[in-house]
Protein backbone atom coordinates (compact mmCIF):
# COMPACT_ATOMS: atom_id res chain seq x y z
CA UNK A 1 0.00 0.00 0.00
CA UNK A 2 1.36 3.34 -1.22
CA UNK A 3 2.82 5.39 2.34
CA UNK A 4 0.87 8.43 3.32
CA UNK A 5 2.77 11.84 2.43
CA UNK A 6 4.00 13.29 5.62
CA UNK A 7 5.66 17.06 4.55
CA UNK A 8 4.05 19.96 5.74
CA UNK A 9 3.86 23.00 3.45
CA UNK A 10 6.88 25.26 3.65
CA UNK A 11 6.58 27.74 6.79
CA UNK A 12 6.55 30.73 4.57
CA UNK A 13 3.79 29.55 2.10
CA UNK A 14 1.62 28.39 5.57
CA UNK A 15 2.10 31.92 6.94
CA UNK A 16 0.96 33.41 3.70
CA UNK A 17 -1.82 31.23 3.63
CA UNK A 18 -2.95 31.86 7.25
CA UNK A 19 -4.09 35.58 5.92
CA UNK A 20 -6.11 34.60 3.10
CA UNK A 21 -9.07 32.89 4.95
CA UNK A 22 -11.97 34.92 7.35
CA UNK A 23 -12.35 33.11 10.44
CA UNK A 24 -9.69 31.04 10.66
CA UNK A 25 -7.91 31.53 14.06
CA UNK A 26 -11.05 33.14 15.84
CA UNK A 27 -14.89 33.08 15.37
CA UNK A 28 -17.19 35.82 14.38
CA UNK A 29 -17.28 37.03 18.36
CA UNK A 30 -13.52 37.00 18.33
CA UNK A 31 -13.30 33.44 20.77
CA UNK A 32 -10.34 31.81 19.84
CA UNK A 33 -11.11 28.08 18.18
CA UNK A 34 -10.21 25.29 15.62
CA UNK A 35 -12.65 25.26 13.07
CA UNK A 36 -12.69 21.76 12.36
CA UNK A 37 -16.20 21.46 10.33
CA UNK A 38 -15.00 22.28 6.53
CA UNK A 39 -17.31 18.83 5.47
CA UNK A 40 -20.33 21.18 6.74
CA UNK A 41 -19.06 24.57 4.55
CA UNK A 42 -15.37 25.63 4.71
CA UNK A 43 -13.76 28.22 6.01
CA UNK A 44 -13.99 31.11 3.65
CA UNK A 45 -11.21 32.68 1.78
CA UNK A 46 -11.51 36.95 2.06
CA UNK A 47 -10.86 37.29 -1.83
CA UNK A 48 -13.79 34.95 -2.69
CA UNK A 49 -16.37 37.10 -0.72
CA UNK A 50 -14.63 40.23 -1.44
CA UNK A 51 -15.01 39.54 -5.19
CA UNK A 52 -18.87 38.05 -4.44
CA UNK A 53 -19.66 41.50 -2.26
CA UNK A 54 -18.32 43.56 -5.01
CA UNK A 55 -19.94 41.88 -8.02
CA UNK A 56 -23.28 42.39 -5.86
CA UNK A 57 -23.62 45.99 -5.63
CA UNK A 58 -23.83 46.25 -9.32
CA UNK A 59 -26.98 47.22 -10.82
CA UNK A 60 -26.31 46.50 -14.05
CA UNK A 61 -27.36 43.99 -16.64
CA UNK A 62 -24.67 42.02 -18.28
CA UNK A 63 -26.86 41.50 -21.62
CA UNK A 64 -26.33 45.42 -22.65
CA UNK A 65 -23.76 46.58 -24.36
CA UNK A 66 -22.27 49.28 -22.05
CA UNK A 67 -18.67 49.19 -20.45
CA UNK A 68 -19.86 47.97 -17.43
CA UNK A 69 -22.47 45.15 -19.02
CA UNK A 70 -19.13 44.22 -20.40
CA UNK A 71 -16.95 44.13 -18.17
CA UNK A 72 -20.01 41.92 -15.71
CA UNK A 73 -19.76 39.77 -19.09
CA UNK A 74 -16.27 39.01 -19.06
CA UNK A 75 -16.55 38.10 -15.09
CA UNK A 76 -19.10 35.45 -15.91
CA UNK A 77 -16.91 33.97 -19.22
CA UNK A 78 -14.14 34.04 -17.23
CA UNK A 79 -15.59 32.52 -14.27
CA UNK A 80 -17.06 30.20 -16.45
CA UNK A 81 -13.40 29.39 -18.20
CA UNK A 82 -12.32 28.74 -14.51
CA UNK A 83 -14.82 25.86 -13.70
CA UNK A 84 -13.66 23.99 -16.78
CA UNK A 85 -10.44 24.45 -16.19
CA UNK A 86 -10.95 23.29 -12.55
CA UNK A 87 -12.52 20.74 -13.92
CA UNK A 88 -10.69 19.86 -17.04
CA UNK A 89 -14.13 19.87 -18.67
CA UNK A 90 -12.53 20.44 -22.38
CA UNK A 91 -15.91 19.52 -23.85
CA UNK A 92 -20.03 19.32 -22.92
CA UNK A 93 -21.43 22.12 -20.69
CA UNK A 94 -21.55 23.56 -17.42
CA UNK A 95 -24.16 24.36 -15.49
CA UNK A 96 -25.25 26.23 -12.68
CA UNK A 97 -27.98 26.42 -10.08
CA UNK A 98 -28.85 27.26 -6.94
CA UNK A 99 -27.52 24.24 -4.72
CA UNK A 100 -25.61 21.07 -5.66
CA UNK A 101 -28.49 18.98 -4.84
CA UNK A 102 -30.54 21.03 -7.58
CA UNK A 103 -28.38 19.63 -10.03
CA UNK A 104 -28.40 16.37 -9.19
CA UNK A 105 -31.71 15.53 -9.10
CA UNK A 106 -31.87 17.75 -12.76
CA UNK A 107 -29.23 15.59 -13.95
CA UNK A 108 -30.52 12.40 -12.51
CA UNK A 109 -34.45 13.06 -13.74
CA UNK A 110 -33.36 14.05 -17.13
CA UNK A 111 -31.01 10.35 -17.60
CA UNK A 112 -34.29 8.34 -16.15
CA UNK A 113 -36.65 10.45 -18.39
CA UNK A 114 -34.87 9.87 -21.37
CA UNK A 115 -35.01 5.91 -21.61
CA UNK A 116 -37.76 4.38 -18.93
CA UNK A 117 -38.27 0.64 -17.61
CA UNK A 118 -34.42 0.26 -16.76
CA UNK A 119 -32.41 0.31 -13.78
CA UNK A 120 -30.28 2.97 -11.68
CA UNK A 121 -27.74 1.75 -9.94
CA UNK A 122 -26.81 3.59 -6.57
CA UNK A 123 -24.20 2.98 -3.53
CA UNK A 124 -25.29 2.54 -0.23
CA UNK A 125 -23.42 6.25 1.14
CA UNK A 126 -24.35 8.42 -1.62
CA UNK A 127 -25.63 12.04 -0.12
CA UNK A 128 -29.14 11.73 -0.31
CA UNK A 129 -28.71 14.71 -2.94
CA UNK A 130 -28.01 11.96 -5.30
CA UNK A 131 -29.75 8.79 -3.33
CA UNK A 132 -32.67 10.54 -3.25
CA UNK A 133 -32.77 12.12 -6.08
CA UNK A 134 -32.51 8.56 -8.37
CA UNK A 135 -34.82 7.10 -6.00
CA UNK A 136 -37.10 9.43 -6.96
CA UNK A 137 -36.61 9.00 -10.83
CA UNK A 138 -36.77 5.47 -10.24
CA UNK A 139 -39.91 5.73 -9.21
CA UNK A 140 -41.19 8.46 -11.92
CA UNK A 141 -39.63 6.29 -14.59
CA UNK A 142 -40.66 2.99 -13.72
CA UNK A 143 -36.47 1.81 -13.21
CA UNK A 144 -35.28 -0.47 -10.80
CA UNK A 145 -33.47 1.07 -8.28
CA UNK A 146 -29.98 -0.64 -7.26
CA UNK A 147 -28.64 -0.16 -4.22
CA UNK A 148 -24.45 -0.99 -4.05
CA UNK A 149 -23.70 -2.34 -0.46
CA UNK A 150 -20.54 -0.56 1.39
CA UNK A 151 -17.76 -2.41 2.82
CA UNK A 152 -18.23 -1.16 6.50
CA UNK A 153 -14.26 -1.61 7.21
CA UNK A 154 -13.21 0.85 4.71
CA UNK A 155 -16.43 2.90 4.29
CA UNK A 156 -16.47 2.59 0.34
CA UNK A 157 -18.08 1.55 -2.22
CA UNK A 158 -16.06 -1.71 -3.50
CA UNK A 159 -16.58 -1.32 -7.41
CA UNK A 160 -17.43 -5.07 -7.76
CA UNK A 161 -20.31 -4.43 -5.47
CA UNK A 162 -21.14 -2.05 -8.30
CA UNK A 163 -20.46 -3.99 -10.85
CA UNK A 164 -22.40 -6.77 -10.08
CA UNK A 165 -25.77 -4.72 -10.40
CA UNK A 166 -24.93 -3.47 -13.79
CA UNK A 167 -26.75 -5.08 -17.19
CA UNK A 168 -27.29 -3.73 -20.25
CA UNK A 169 -30.27 -2.09 -19.11
CA UNK A 170 -28.56 0.01 -16.45
CA UNK A 171 -29.44 3.72 -17.63
CA UNK A 172 -26.87 5.53 -14.81
CA UNK A 173 -24.72 4.91 -12.46
CA UNK A 174 -24.35 7.36 -9.46
CA UNK A 175 -21.09 7.37 -7.29
CA UNK A 176 -19.81 9.89 -4.99
CA UNK A 177 -15.99 10.47 -5.32
CA UNK A 178 -15.41 11.03 -1.56
CA UNK A 179 -17.74 10.37 1.10
CA UNK A 180 -18.87 13.27 3.28
CA UNK A 181 -19.52 10.72 6.67
CA UNK A 182 -16.69 7.95 6.25
CA UNK A 183 -13.79 10.55 4.28
CA UNK A 184 -13.55 7.38 1.70
CA UNK A 185 -12.17 8.57 -1.62
CA UNK A 186 -12.91 6.23 -5.05
CA UNK A 187 -10.79 5.83 -7.78
CA UNK A 188 -13.41 7.65 -10.33
CA UNK A 189 -10.89 7.00 -13.64
CA UNK A 190 -10.70 3.11 -12.83
CA UNK A 191 -14.57 2.83 -11.71
CA UNK A 192 -15.47 4.69 -14.99
CA UNK A 193 -13.36 2.82 -17.04
CA UNK A 194 -14.48 -0.50 -15.74
CA UNK A 195 -18.14 0.04 -15.63
CA UNK A 196 -17.81 1.52 -19.51
CA UNK A 197 -16.54 -2.08 -20.23
CA UNK A 198 -19.45 -3.41 -18.91
CA UNK A 199 -22.30 -1.10 -20.28
CA UNK A 200 -20.77 1.54 -22.74
CA UNK A 201 -24.14 3.27 -22.74
CA UNK A 202 -24.40 3.67 -19.09
CA UNK A 203 -24.18 7.48 -18.23
CA UNK A 204 -21.80 7.85 -14.94
CA UNK A 205 -22.58 11.02 -12.16
CA UNK A 206 -20.35 11.61 -9.79
CA UNK A 207 -21.14 13.74 -7.09
CA UNK A 208 -17.49 15.30 -6.40
CA UNK A 209 -18.71 18.14 -3.55
CA UNK A 210 -16.63 16.66 -1.01
CA UNK A 211 -13.83 15.58 -3.15
CA UNK A 212 -13.83 19.05 -4.97
CA UNK A 213 -11.71 20.80 -2.21
CA UNK A 214 -8.91 18.07 -1.75
CA UNK A 215 -7.33 16.48 -4.89
CA UNK A 216 -7.55 17.01 -8.46
CA UNK A 217 -10.41 16.66 -10.23
CA UNK A 218 -10.59 15.54 -14.38
CA UNK A 219 -13.55 15.04 -16.35
CA UNK A 220 -11.64 14.51 -19.11
CA UNK A 221 -9.50 11.61 -18.50
CA UNK A 222 -11.81 10.05 -15.56
CA UNK A 223 -14.36 10.05 -19.06
CA UNK A 224 -17.62 10.95 -16.55
CA UNK A 225 -20.83 11.93 -18.38
CA UNK A 226 -21.64 14.60 -15.48
CA UNK A 227 -19.72 15.53 -12.25
CA UNK A 228 -20.79 18.50 -9.81
CA UNK A 229 -19.48 20.64 -6.99
CA UNK A 230 -20.39 23.44 -4.10
CA UNK A 231 -17.77 26.50 -4.37
CA UNK A 232 -19.25 26.78 -0.31
CA UNK A 233 -17.48 23.08 0.20
CA UNK A 234 -14.08 24.85 -1.90
CA UNK A 235 -13.19 28.09 0.19
CA UNK A 236 -15.97 30.04 -1.67
CA UNK A 237 -19.95 31.13 -0.40
CA UNK A 238 -23.20 29.75 -0.43
CA UNK A 239 -25.91 30.44 -3.08
CA UNK A 240 -24.79 28.55 -5.97
CA UNK A 241 -23.83 24.88 -7.30
CA UNK A 242 -22.12 23.60 -10.62
CA UNK A 243 -21.83 20.67 -12.80
CA UNK A 244 -19.80 19.57 -15.62
CA UNK A 245 -22.46 17.53 -18.15
CA UNK A 246 -20.87 15.57 -21.30
CA UNK A 247 -22.07 16.67 -25.06
CA UNK A 248 -24.16 13.29 -24.79
CA UNK A 249 -25.97 14.59 -21.22
CA UNK A 250 -26.50 17.80 -21.93
CA UNK A 251 -27.99 17.23 -25.40
CA UNK A 252 -31.06 15.18 -23.64
CA UNK A 253 -34.25 17.05 -23.42
CA UNK A 254 -34.31 18.96 -19.90
CA UNK A 255 -35.50 22.12 -18.78
CA UNK A 256 -34.62 25.28 -21.00
CA UNK A 257 -35.32 28.04 -22.27
CA UNK A 258 -36.33 27.05 -25.73
CA UNK A 259 -34.23 30.10 -27.60
CA UNK A 260 -31.34 28.94 -26.14
CA UNK A 261 -29.09 26.38 -27.27
CA UNK A 262 -29.83 22.49 -26.74
CA UNK A 263 -27.02 21.84 -24.51
CA UNK A 264 -27.68 25.00 -22.16
CA UNK A 265 -28.59 24.01 -18.86
CA UNK A 266 -28.39 27.32 -17.24
CA UNK A 267 -32.59 28.26 -16.96
CA UNK A 268 -32.49 31.94 -16.61
CA UNK A 269 -29.86 35.20 -15.83
CA UNK A 270 -26.49 34.35 -14.37
CA UNK A 271 -25.34 35.72 -10.85
CA UNK A 272 -22.04 37.24 -11.92
CA UNK A 273 -20.77 37.65 -8.40
CA UNK A 274 -20.98 33.60 -7.93
CA UNK A 275 -18.54 33.29 -11.30
CA UNK A 276 -16.14 36.12 -9.40
CA UNK A 277 -15.81 34.36 -6.58
CA UNK A 278 -15.36 31.22 -8.12
CA UNK A 279 -12.39 33.12 -10.45
CA UNK A 280 -11.03 34.08 -7.10
CA UNK A 281 -10.44 30.05 -5.65
CA UNK A 282 -9.14 29.53 -9.03
CA UNK A 283 -6.50 32.05 -7.96
CA UNK A 284 -5.76 31.24 -4.73
CA UNK A 285 -5.25 27.65 -5.93
CA UNK A 286 -3.08 28.77 -8.56
CA UNK A 287 -1.00 30.85 -6.48
CA UNK A 288 -0.38 27.94 -4.24
CA UNK A 289 0.91 25.99 -7.49
CA UNK A 290 3.44 29.18 -8.21
CA UNK A 291 5.01 28.56 -5.76
CA UNK A 292 5.95 24.55 -6.68
CA UNK A 293 5.88 24.94 -10.15
CA UNK A 294 7.05 28.44 -12.52
CA UNK A 295 4.39 27.33 -15.62
CA UNK A 296 2.37 30.19 -16.78
CA UNK A 297 -0.32 27.70 -17.61
CA UNK A 298 -3.32 27.93 -15.64
CA UNK A 299 -5.09 24.45 -15.96
CA UNK A 300 -1.06 23.18 -14.87
CA UNK A 301 -0.84 25.33 -11.82
CA UNK A 302 -4.03 23.93 -10.75
CA UNK A 303 -2.86 20.48 -10.77
CA UNK A 304 0.11 21.49 -8.87
CA UNK A 305 -2.17 23.95 -6.23
CA UNK A 306 -4.42 20.80 -5.17
CA UNK A 307 -1.77 18.09 -5.60
CA UNK A 308 0.11 20.37 -3.00
CA UNK A 309 -3.30 20.92 -0.67
CA UNK A 310 -3.72 17.01 -0.97
CA UNK A 311 -0.33 16.48 0.13
CA UNK A 312 -0.61 18.54 2.93
CA UNK A 313 -3.78 16.84 4.11
CA UNK A 314 -2.44 13.54 3.93
CA UNK A 315 0.58 14.68 6.37
CA UNK A 316 -1.84 16.52 8.45
CA UNK A 317 -3.93 12.84 8.61
CA UNK A 318 -0.61 11.37 9.19
CA UNK A 319 0.00 13.51 12.07
CA UNK A 320 -3.16 12.93 13.60
CA UNK A 321 -2.76 9.38 13.78
CA UNK A 322 0.08 8.73 14.77
CA UNK A 323 1.08 12.00 16.77
CA UNK A 324 4.91 12.85 17.25
CA UNK A 325 7.35 13.16 19.59
CA UNK A 326 5.38 15.41 21.59
CA UNK A 327 2.05 14.65 21.43
CA UNK A 328 0.47 11.02 21.15
CA UNK A 329 -1.51 9.98 17.93
CA UNK A 330 -5.07 9.31 17.80
CA UNK A 331 -4.73 5.89 17.52
CA UNK A 332 -2.20 5.78 20.98
CA UNK A 333 -5.26 7.81 23.00
CA UNK A 334 -7.13 5.06 24.88
CA UNK A 335 -11.11 5.71 25.05
CA UNK A 336 -11.07 6.92 21.23
CA UNK A 337 -11.49 4.54 17.80
CA UNK A 338 -11.09 5.92 14.97
CA UNK A 339 -12.70 4.17 11.73
CA UNK A 340 -11.84 3.87 7.95
CA UNK A 341 -8.44 5.36 7.73
CA UNK A 342 -6.82 1.92 8.69
CA UNK A 343 -8.54 0.10 5.83
CA UNK A 344 -8.26 3.16 3.47
CA UNK A 345 -4.69 3.57 4.10
CA UNK A 346 -3.98 6.82 1.56
CA UNK A 347 -7.65 6.32 -0.09
CA UNK A 348 -8.92 8.34 2.94
CA UNK A 349 -9.72 12.10 2.67
CA UNK A 350 -8.87 14.68 5.34
CA UNK A 351 -12.11 13.30 7.61
CA UNK A 352 -11.54 11.80 10.97
CA UNK A 353 -14.69 9.61 11.65
CA UNK A 354 -14.11 8.92 15.87
CA UNK A 355 -16.15 7.58 18.65
CA UNK A 356 -15.36 7.72 22.15
CA UNK A 357 -15.72 4.55 24.87
CA UNK A 358 -18.23 5.88 27.86
CA UNK A 359 -19.64 9.05 26.06
CA UNK A 360 -22.16 9.48 22.57
CA UNK A 361 -21.08 11.33 19.70
CA UNK A 362 -22.92 14.35 20.72
CA UNK A 363 -21.25 14.44 24.42
CA UNK A 364 -17.97 14.48 22.89
CA UNK A 365 -19.02 17.80 20.48
CA UNK A 366 -20.42 19.29 23.34
CA UNK A 367 -17.16 18.39 25.20
CA UNK A 368 -15.00 19.64 22.07
CA UNK A 369 -17.00 22.89 22.30
CA UNK A 370 -15.94 23.33 25.62
CA UNK A 371 -12.26 23.42 24.30
CA UNK A 372 -13.24 25.53 21.44
CA UNK A 373 -13.09 23.19 18.41
CA UNK A 374 -16.08 23.29 16.19
CA UNK A 375 -16.41 19.29 15.40
CA UNK A 376 -19.85 17.70 14.27
CA UNK A 377 -21.75 14.70 15.67
CA UNK A 378 -23.49 12.64 12.31
CA UNK A 379 -26.18 10.33 14.03
CA UNK A 380 -28.91 8.10 12.74
CA UNK A 381 -31.44 10.34 14.12
CA UNK A 382 -30.95 12.71 10.98
CA UNK A 383 -31.73 11.70 7.76
CA UNK A 384 -28.74 13.19 6.24
CA UNK A 385 -26.89 10.52 7.83
CA UNK A 386 -28.84 7.54 8.90
CA UNK A 387 -28.83 5.00 5.48
CA UNK A 388 -24.91 5.81 5.47
CA UNK A 389 -23.90 4.98 8.85
CA UNK A 390 -26.63 1.99 8.28
CA UNK A 391 -24.56 1.17 5.55
CA UNK A 392 -21.08 0.71 7.68
CA UNK A 393 -22.60 -0.59 11.25
CA UNK A 394 -22.07 2.48 12.82
CA UNK A 395 -24.83 4.37 14.59
CA UNK A 396 -23.20 7.48 15.05
CA UNK A 397 -19.54 9.37 14.57
CA UNK A 398 -17.70 12.37 15.31
CA UNK A 399 -16.97 14.05 12.57
CA UNK A 400 -13.43 15.84 12.01
CA UNK A 401 -12.65 18.38 9.30
CA UNK A 402 -10.16 20.29 8.86
CA UNK A 403 -8.63 21.66 5.49
CA UNK A 404 -4.61 22.14 3.87
CA UNK A 405 -4.77 25.65 5.95
CA UNK A 406 -4.30 24.08 9.06
CA UNK A 407 -1.50 23.65 10.96
CA UNK A 408 1.50 20.86 12.96
CA UNK A 409 0.29 22.92 16.04
CA UNK A 410 -3.80 22.91 15.62
CA UNK A 411 -3.16 19.34 15.38
CA UNK A 412 -1.50 18.95 18.17
CA UNK A 413 -3.57 21.61 20.18
CA UNK A 414 -6.98 18.86 18.85
CA UNK A 415 -4.69 15.89 19.97
CA UNK A 416 -4.06 17.22 23.70
CA UNK A 417 -7.89 18.48 23.91
CA UNK A 418 -8.94 14.78 22.69
CA UNK A 419 -6.67 13.05 25.43
CA UNK A 420 -8.71 15.18 28.53
CA UNK A 421 -11.71 14.49 26.49
CA UNK A 422 -11.15 11.07 26.34
CA UNK A 423 -9.60 10.80 29.93
CA UNK A 424 -12.62 12.41 30.76
CA UNK A 425 -14.82 9.52 29.51
CA UNK A 426 -13.22 7.20 31.31
CA UNK A 427 -13.57 8.81 34.95
CA UNK A 428 -17.10 8.61 34.52
CA UNK A 429 -17.60 5.10 33.99
C1 LIG B 1 -21.05 14.86 -0.57
C2 LIG B 1 -22.12 15.89 -0.68
N1 LIG B 1 -22.88 15.93 -1.77
C3 LIG B 1 -23.85 16.84 -1.94
C4 LIG B 1 -24.10 17.78 -0.97
C5 LIG B 1 -25.23 18.73 -1.20
O1 LIG B 1 -24.85 20.05 -1.17
P1 LIG B 1 -25.99 21.17 -1.10
O2 LIG B 1 -26.75 20.94 0.15
O3 LIG B 1 -25.26 22.43 -1.10
O4 LIG B 1 -26.84 21.03 -2.28
C6 LIG B 1 -23.35 17.78 0.20
C7 LIG B 1 -23.63 18.74 1.27
O5 LIG B 1 -23.35 18.53 2.41
C8 LIG B 1 -22.33 16.82 0.35
O6 LIG B 1 -21.54 16.77 1.43
Redesign the pocket.
Known amino acids: MPERHTEFFPEELQNELNDRFYYLKQDVYGVERLFFEN???SLRLKAAVDAQTKYSAFPDCPERTHNVALDIRNVIDQGTKDIRLFLNAKDGSIASS???????FEIITTIAAAKSEGNIVTTAI?????FDACQFASEQYQHELRVAAADPASGSIPLSNILDLIDEETVLVSV??????TGAMHDIKEYAKVIKAKNPNTLIVV?????APHGVIDVDDWKVDAL?I?P??MFGN?GV?YAYLSDRLASLPHHRLLATDTDNWNVGSPTPAHFAGFTEIIHYICQIGSYFNDSADRRTLIVEGMTRIHKQEQAILNRFIHGSPEVRGIKDITGVTIHFEEANGVNQDLILALTFENMTCAEAVDEYGKHNTLVYARESSSH?SKRILDAVGLDAIVRVSPIHCHTKKDVDTFLKVTQVIASEAKIQV
Open positions: AGGLTASKLMEHPSSILTSNIDAVQGNAYKRGY
